[in-house]
């Protein structure tokens, strides 16, 4: 089978990985991919949101299936023009990937169909949510209403906080036309849970939970990033939160989108607040996420390409997707000064590892049979053993020699969760 996987981070790389464990793959494409993806299969320069290039890449190359993991792609509807063209895909198509491409749509569907989540308002006008946070509570939750590479969301402490935010995002469009509705919601409190889950639209199988770790700084100090580190399973998400949230959030949601008429086919991510009134949704994704792939794609037991075809051919029913009952912990290796402003170009050296632990490779590029760093988040080492504090000690261990002079990493990763294990035991 030759099969095309759209996108060119961490997560791409870890999905690549996991659909070699299959032995009729005969060939993976990655649409772009980075320089250590190319270890793992072949880069092709097109871009994962060129979807003309992407679709004549596929017929001229007689695809037999395409994966497409980022939201851009998904949301301009890469799904929609690849079956088209008779390509069978993994991912939502464009009007499923909604629940992720407009917050205004995800927060009407949760409020139609009872699904919990936090209060919120919507605005088109920015005079209107001028006068609306004068007397909102505070903090105040501000929310571009498309996407915005997750930098969309802004928590105002107080009423100059939030006129700021409302005057950058619907008057300085400082993410463009993501900006031009804004949602405003109520602050909520809890500890954060993402759960990733297959679904056909028919059946929901949930993967191992894991916790995601935003800031870039220990203590969940500094600007908030794309993920600078995961553990799974979380030690929040006991059988009982499991159980709630299947009842009052998985399924609803699955049911909601049937209902809506935008039957969602892919991996649904939920990100969760388990607040003290139980789990509410803080926002939904229509993909796998990253870093959270990256901990919970290496402890899948059961067969990734056959669960994907499974989801496309709408029997996930009658596939396993079970996972090894181990802890996994990934950290990032990040460019110096990311989020913000950082350099490029510095050379990374990657000792090699044994067999439960891996890299992840997102910002590189190969010269020369040489790894250099290329992005904000250059790579994510992941360890996989027996217990969490197994998982934790060893990823920082491989992560500590890796070769890399301008890279930084969180050294509190995990330290969170095994606190919670601590006290439970
Ligand atoms: P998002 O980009 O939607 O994942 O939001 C980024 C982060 O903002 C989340 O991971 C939460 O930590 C925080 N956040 C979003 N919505 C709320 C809310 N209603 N209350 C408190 N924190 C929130
Ligand atoms: N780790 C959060 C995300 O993928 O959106």
């Given at each position: ?18 659909l070699?464990e ?8 990655a ?6 993806i190319a ?5 092709v320069?097109?871009?994962a949101?060129?979807?003309d290039n992407?679709?004549d890449?596929?017929?001229?190359n007689?695809?037999?299936f ?9 949301v ?6 690849l ?10 198509t ?31 006008s ?11 509570p ?15 969301v ?7 906080e ?36 297959f ?27 794309g993920?600078m580190?995961t553990?799974?399973p979380?030690?929040?998400y ?10 009052k959030?998985?399924?609803?949601t ?10 969602f086919?892919?991996c649904l ?7 003290a ?10 993909r796998?996420?990253d870093?959270?792939?990256q901990?919970?794609?290496?402890l ?31 950290v ?8 913000v ?8 050296t ?15 590029k ?7 760093s ?7 080492v ?12 060893r ?10 002079s ?6 509190d990763i995990g ?8 006290e439970?035991?």
């Amino acid at each position: 089978m030759k099969i095309i996987v759209v996108g060119g981070g961490g997560r791409e790389h870890a999905i690549i990985k996991k659909l070699k464990e299959n032995i009729n793959v005969e060939k993976i494409y990655a649409l772009p991919g980075n320089g250590g993806i190319a270890a793992d299969a072949e880069c092709v320069p097109i871009g994962a949101k060129d979807i003309d290039n992407i679709v004549d890449f596929a017929i001229n190359n007689k695809i037999d299936f395409a994966v497409v993991a980022p939201d851009d792609p998904l949301v301009l509807g890469a799904v929609d023009a690849l079956n088209a063209a008779g390509i069978k895909c993994f991912g939502p198509t464009a009007d499923a990937a909604i629940i992720e491409g407009s917050k205004v749509f995800s927060k009407n569907l949760m409020k139609k169909y009872g699904i919990p989540t936090a209060a919120y308002e919507v605005f088109d006008s920015a005079d209107k949510a001028l006068e609306y946070v004068e007397n909102a509570p505070m903090p105040a939750v501000i929310k571009a209403d498309g996407l915005a590479l997750g930098k969309g969301v802004i928590i105002a402490k107080t009423v100059d906080e939030a006129r700021g935010a409302v005057n950058s995002i619907m008057n300085d469009k400082i993410f463009g036309k993501s900006g031009n509705s804004i949602v405003i919601e109520e602050f909520l409190e809890g500890p954060e849970i993402s759960v990733l889950a297959f679904t056909d639209g028919k059946t929901i199988k949930p993967m191992i939970s894991s916790m995601d770790h935003k800031r870039a700084l220990d203590g969940d100090e500094g600007l908030n990033t794309g993920g600078m580190g995961t553990i799974a399973p979380n030690p929040y998400y006991t059988e009982k939160v499991a159980e709630e949230c299947m009842n009052k959030i998985f399924l609803p949601t699955v049911e909601a989108m049937n209902a809506e008429n935008r039957t969602f086919k892919g991996c649904l991510y939920f990100g969760l607040m388990l607040t003290a009134d139980g789990p509410k949704v803080i926002e939904y994704n229509c993909r796998f996420g990253d870093p959270e792939t990256q901990v919970v794609l290496p402890l899948l037991k059961s067969d990734l390409l056959d669960i994907m075809l499974a989801v496309a051919d709408s029997r996930l029913d009658e596939v396993p997707v079970e996972f090894s009952g181990e802890s996994a912990c990934c950290v990032i290796l990040a460019s110096k000064g990311y989020p913000v402003k950082y350099e490029s170009g510095f050379e990374l050296t990657l000792p090699r590892t044994d067999h439960k632990t891996e890299y992840f490779i997102a910002g590189a590029k190969l010269e020369d049979g040489k790894l250099y760093s290329a992005g904000g988040r250059v790579l994510g080492v992941t360890a996989v053993a027996p217990t969490l504090p197994e998982a934790v000690s060893r990823a920082y261990d491989a992560t500590d020699k890796v070769g890399f002079s301008n890279g930084f990493c969180r050294r509190d990763i995990g330290k969170r969760a095994l606190k919670v294990i601590e006290e439970a035991n």
